[in-house]
Every structure is written in structure tokens, then in C-alpha cells.
């Protein structure tokens, strides 16, 4: 079935309704960087740079290294690392040994991760020499399919001055002993010539990774994805981002060869950051800040600012928290982070309050974009200039990808413009299907139109401009005495109130009307705030059904890895008192 154009006049000028040229193995955005930019900076670690032609180099030795150690196409190998240097040679080499990669949070226990690697049946893994990160992989990899440990140390990518300082200085990360049978990066890269072994790859059928979703609706579930999967949506995303690269310059897309640098603040481990920084920064062969931990510095999160003063850092993908955070450092008007020019956000919904502040201070755009792990993650993004940005919507779906509105009970009927129903979405890049997981594939995959789309989970409506607006997730809808009330709604007007940092509301029980609002606040640094003002606020600026009947104020609040408030963490707490 042919894809019909996004009803709506909005629809940015000059960015085609589909794309091309993306049925190809996901590694030539690499090596085609490396090819015509060899000597352009890639990775950027503690002043230390890599070249496109020297990452190219190690990840050619890493796939000799894992053929020559017996990984065959198909099988699978996990990397449980922070946002470190040899992350992109390591996930490119794997790619080209033909092998799927299994990306791992870093933040896991030794059981998460165990069950990880026993689930996927990953034969390898690269893990960090590091006191806490190390033993947690050497207990994980017991009672799995594990033949192969590699440990990366990061005095390998620091400038040298700084590697011999750190070592007599003991300041560079280790753990206190290793695995005699262990094998360290230096030593297979100095070991193998950089020969990737010549393969042939289905772009279509054969995976590239294995993403784990967050687990925030139970157990973690391994989204299998495809070459051609995340080669679609980096195409994709080429073509709809369009900035102004200068003051009073009219928005073009990203520049190639050195001109941008991106900041790595999002973990690569999961797809949003993997795909919109890591491989966007690769395949249009610009430079990549590596930040291996976003909260460092004191107060948290200012080593990060320095990184962006630093680096001139011209684009960043974040989600909401990493927004938050910057608007609220106590020492943000010491930092200059007017070079940057766009800003993507995900992950969770941004409040416009936190993206008119932002914005004011930074003097970028920022677009909100949606998408899910189980679609590498991208599925649609507001236009990237704000003339036709709708802050508040995610914007249309990206060229080649169409979405509908299918109703809650069924998901097989598309609801009338303008009604709330389940988000579904049709698209090169949404994933062949859960790793093992035939039962699940059935219950999230709908044919409407002769074509396959994917259960979200999220509810949403399209509005008379053709905007996609998400109202929430099903499993959070609150119902207070027959009357929707959705989280998201609330959270923004408490986000307005000018001394909250942070806001999440959920659902509780009530004798009276079924369920009744809590909502969870956390203060901006230095501020003071009593029930009864935030209560008064909300009874000035929302309907009485909506209005939080208890509120409870954090010192913090609970978050994903990458920065999502979980909701669910909250609703279990509530449940215990």
C-alpha cells in the first residue's frame, strides 16, 4: 500500500514525504565517514580525539578479533558500557563480524544483568575495568553462554600527559583484580590486523541489535532489530532536521565533515542515544562528546556545562530531565551554552514551561520527537524551526512512517480525527518483534490497511492541523469519578508554578470517586513550598477533577537511566503505606 501524504498544511517545506537508499548494512555509515572524512574527529574523551579513519580501524580489528575468537553471523554480544570512547569502534566491529549487538545499561546488577545475557544468549561481552562495573559482569556471566570477556580500560583514549598523571595519581578507574582468563581491549587491538571479514548482510532480515526495554511494565524484553531498521530511521532523520547554522540563516540539514559536534550526555546503550547522537554523529561525520556519567561535578550536572562551553556543543538529543537540570543549575549563568543550535527531545513528554526556559537561555530550538526502543526509536518529531513547531505535540510522523489512531478496546479500528484512541505505528524502523517472545509479538502487532502497525501503548489523538498530540500511556490514565484525567496534563500546569523542578502524578484509590490525584514534587534547589500554596495554584490554573488531592514533596524524584520519571515506582511505594 502506498504511503499517502501527513494530512496537514504544516508539513515543513522542503522535506520530502519519503526516503530512500537506506536497505543497507547498518556499518557504512562508518566506514563511508571514514572514507571521506578519514581524518575528521570522531569521539572527543577528556581532550582526547579519535578520527573517523582510526575508529573505523579498531572496529575492523574487533570484528577480526571476534570471527578469529568464533563468533559466527547471528550470534550475539552484549556491551555493558558507559558512554566511553571504544563504545562506537565496539558496537561497529560487532555489526561487522555479522553479529547482533545486545546493548547492556551499565547501572545493572549482577542478576539484571545475568538475565540480560541468558535471555539474548549473547557469547561475548566487552564490559569497563572498573571497582563496581567489573565484578558486577564477572558474577553476571556465570550460568550463561559467556565464552569471551573483554575489559576496556579508559586510560586507552586519554591524551598521553593525562594517562601518566592518572596512573600515578590512581585516579583512573580499575577493579583490584581480573579474571586471569579476561582478555583487556589494548590486547586484541594490538594483537589483530584490521581486517573485517568479508559477509554478506540482509539489511532487512538480519538483526543488528537486541534492545532491552526499560522493564517499567514488567520483565524486561529484548526488541530485535534489523540493519535496514535503524538505517531507515538515520535516513529519516536526515531529511526532516533542518536548522539555521548561523544568525538569520534559513534552516538547511545537517552539515557533514567536522561542522557540528553532539553532545553524548543520552547512554548509547539505549536506542534514543544510541540512534539521534552515537550514529547520527557517525554517519553525518561529526564530532562526538563522550559523557560517561551526565551527573558529574558538584553541584551534579556541572562537568557536563563545562563539556558544552568547551566543546562548543552545537546539538543535543535529552530528555526532560537533562532540560530540567540545565534550567536549574545554580550556576548557570557562569557557563556559556549559547553554541547550541538544536536540541532533540524525547524519552517522556517535555513540558513547555521547561522548553520555553531552555530555549530563552540557550537561544536554540528545541523539537520534540516520540518513539519507542521497539521502533530504533524514532517514529515522528515536530518540526525543527519554530514557525511550524507545535510545542505540547510530537509533531507528524517522519517521512516514510505513518501512524494511526486505533481504538483502546480492539486496536484494530482507526478513531476520527480529533478523538483520543491507541497510538499505531507503520514504518521501516519498527522492529521484526520481541527476541523469543511469540505470545508478546501477537498482542502488539495490529494489519489495518493491508499493512503491520505497532501497539504503542500510548494514548493519543491527531488535532484539526494534523499535529499528533499524546494525552498518555494507557496504564496511567487516572479515572476520577468518570472523568479522564491524564498525568501528563496535570504535571505541565504544576511545572508552571515558578519554584517546581520537578513534577509526577499518578492515580490512587478513593472511596468516594474510584480513584483520586497524588501528585509527587520536587523543589527547585533553595526553594520552600507548603501543600496549601501548590494546592492553591492548581485551583487557580485546573478543573476540580483534576486537582491533586494529596501532594508530596521529594528531595528527588524516581528515574529511568535515561532520565524518564517512573511512575510505576511510585505507584508501588504509594501502595506500601
Same mark, same amino acid.
Given at each position: ?28 555509515? $562508518? ?75 551499565? $547501572? ?130 536526515? #531529511? ?68 558544552? #562551553? ?103 479500528? #482507526? ?24 505470545? #508478546? ?137
Amino acid at each position: 500500500m502506498a504511503l499517502k501524504q501527513w494530512p496537514t498544511k504544516q508539513w515543513p517545506a522542503g522535506v520530502s514525504h519519503v526516503v530512500s537508499d537506506y536497505n543497507r548494512p547498518l556499518f557504512d555509515i $562508518l566506514d563511508e565517514s571514514a572514507r571521506d572524512y578519514p581524518d575528521k574527529v570522531f569521539t572527543i574523551f577528556n581532550g582526547g580525539t579519535k578520527t573517523f579513519a582510526e575508529v573505523k580501524n579498531t572496529a575492523d580489528r574487533i570484528a577480526n578479533f571476534l570471527v578469529s575468537n568464533g563468533i559466527q553471523k547471528g550470534d550475539r554480544v552484549a556491551i555493558f558500557l558507559p558512554n566511553i570512547p571504544h563504545y562506537p569502534a565496539i558496537f561497529f566491529g560487532i555489526l561487522k563480524a555479522g553479529a547482533v549487538c545486545v546493548t547492556c545499561n551499565p $547501572l545493572y546488577t549482577s542478576t539484571e544483568l545475568n538475565y540480560q545475557l541468558k535471555d539474548s544468549g549473547a557469547k561475548a561481552v566487552f564490559c569497563m575495568d572498573h571497582e563496581l562495573f567489573y565484578p558486577t559482569t564477572a558474577a553476571a556471566i556465570k550460568g550463561t553462554e559467556i565464552k569471551t570477556t573483554v575489559i576496556c580500560n579508559v586510560k586507552t583514549y586519554l591524551p598521553k600527559w593525562k594517562a601518566i598523571l592518572g596512573s600515578l595519581l590512581g585516579k583512573i578507574p580499575k577493579a583490584d583484580q581480573h579474571e586471569p582468563s579476561h582478555l583487556f581491549f589494548d590486547q586484541i587491538i594490538e594483537s589483530y590486523q584490521p581486517k573485517a571479514p568479508d559477509l554478506r548482510i540482509d539489511p532487512e532480515k538480519d538483526l543488528a541489535l537486541i534492545i532491552y526495554t526499560g522493564g517499567t511494565t514488567g520483565v524486561p524484553k529484548g526488541a530485535a532489530l534489523t540493519h535496514s531498521n535503524f538505517a531507515y530511521d538515520l535516513r529519516a532523520l536526515e #531529511e526532516w532536521t533542518r536548522l539555521p547554522h548561523g544568525p538569520g540563516e534559513k534552516p538547511e540539514m545537517i552539515k557533514q565533515g567536522g561542522f557540528h559536534t553532539f553532545l553524548g550526555v543520552l547512554p548509547w546503550y539505549h536506542s534514543f542515544g544510541m540512534t539521534t547522537c552515537m550514529m547520527t554523529a557517525c554517519g553525518s561525520a561529526n564530532r562526538l562528546v563522550c559523557i560517561p556519567d551526565p551527573r558529574a561535578g558538584d553541584p551534579p550536572f556541572s562537568e557536563v556545562l563545562k563539556a558544552v #562551553e568547551k566543546y562548543k556543543v552545537t546539538i543535543m538529543p535529552a530528555v526532560p530531565t537533562i532540560f530540567v537540570a540545565f534550567i536549574n543549575h545554580p550556576h548557570l549563568e557562569k557557563y556559556d551554552i549559547t553554541s547550541l543550535i538544536g536540541c532533540f527531545s524525547g524519552g517522556a513528554p517535555l513540558p513547555p514551561e521547561v522548553c520555553r526556559q531552555f530555549e530563552a537561555k540557550s537561544g536554540s530550538v528545541i523539537f520534540e520527537g516520540y518513539g519507542l526502543s521497539e521502533t530504533a526509536p524514532v517514529a515522528s518529531a515536530n518540526p525543527t524551526d519554530k514557525t511550524k513547531r507545535k510545542i505540547g505535540s510530537i509533531g507528524f510522523p517522519i517521512p516514510g512512517t505513518d501512524i494511526k489512531i486505533l481504538d483502546l478496546d480492539t486496536g484494530s479500528h #482507526e478513531m476520527p480525527q480529533g478523538e483520543d484512541g491507541e497510538i499505531a505505528i507503520s514504518g521501516p524502523q519498527v522492529m521484526q518483534g520481541y527476541w523469543n517472545r511469540p505470545e #508478546e509479538n501477537q498482542a502488539v502487532f495490529r494489519t489495518v490497511d493491508n499493512s503491520r502497525y505497532f501497539l504503542t501503548g500510548d494514548i493519543g489523538h491527531i488535532d484539526e492541523e494534523g499535529y499528533i498530540i499524546i494525552t498518555d500511556r494507557k496504564k496511567d490514565l487516572i479515572l476520577v469519578g468518570g472523568f479522564n484525567v491524564y498525568p501528563r496534563d496535570v504535571e505541565d500546569i504544576l511545572f508552571q508554578h515558578p519554584k517546581v523542578a520537578m513534577a509526577a502524578v499518578i492515580g490512587v484509590p478513593d472511596a468516594k470517586s474510584g480513584e483520586t490525584v497524588k501528585a509527587y514534587i520536587q523543589l527547585k534547589p533553595g526553594e520552600s513550598a507548603s501543600e496549601k500554596e501548590i494546592s492553591e495554584f492548581c485551583k487557580t490554573h485546573m478543573a476540580g477533577y483534576k486537582r491533586p488531592k494529596y501532594i508530596e514533596f521529594r528531595e528527588e524524584l524516581p528515574v529511568s537511566p535515561i532520565g524518564k520519571v517512573l511512575r510505576r515506582v511510585l505507584r508501588d511505594e504509594d501502595k506500601v503505606k
